[in-house]
C-alpha cells in the first residue's frame, strides 16, 4: 500500500462533470486521484459507455477501436495522481458519458464524466442531458 492513504480512502475528482466543446476540437476530461498519490502502478480505465476506450496497466497502453492514436494518458503526471484523459480530434459519436476507473491492489475507485456537443438537435441534448443519476 502506498504511503500516505488508508485502503478506503481512495477516491477520483474532476474539475468538471460536464465538458461541452465542438466536434473536431481536442478534449482532456480532467480526473485525478484523492489524494494525489502515484497512480504508475495502478490500473487506469476509461470507458465510453460500457466500452473500453484506455487501458493503463504496468506502463503497458491498449487503445480501443476506434481511438487508436486519439486516446492518451499523459504518463509523467501519474506520478502526482492525475489520470486525465486526453482525446484528439473529437468526432459526433465521441459524445456521451464517460468513466474513468482507477485499480490499485487494495482498492477501486471510478467517476463519470458527461460531454456533449452543443450543436446538437435540441431533442439529442435534451436526452443527454437528462440522462439520469450516476
Request: hydrophobic letters at 35%.
Amino acid at each position: 500500500m502506498a504511503a500516505g492513504y488508508k485502503r478506503d480512502d481512495l477516491n477520483l475528482v474532476t474539475t468538471e462533470d460536464l465538458i461541452t466543446l465542438s466536434v473536431g476540437d481536442d478534449v482532456t476530461l480532467s480526473c485525478h486521484l484523492s489524494p494525489k498519490v502515484n497512480a504508475v502502478y495502478m490500473e487506469i480505465r476509461w470507458f465510453k459507455g460500457t466500452d473500453c476506450i484506455y487501458l493503463y496497466e504496468n506502463g503497458r497502453v491498449i487503445e480501443g477501436s476506434g481511438y487508436e492514436g486519439r486516446v492518451s494518458v499523459n504518463t509523467l503526471e501519474l506520478k502526482k495522481g492525475d489520470v486525465s484523459l486526453r482525446l484528439k480530434e473529437a468526432k459526433e459519436r465521441d459524445i456521451g458519458v464517460y468513466t474513468c476507473e482507477v485499480i490499485s491492489e487494495e482498492n477501486k475507485a471510478a467517476r463519470k464524466v458527461r460531454w456533449f456537443c452543443p450543436k446538437l438537435e435540441e431533442t439529442e441534448k435534451g436526452s443527454l442531458m437528462a440522462s439520469g443519476s450516476w
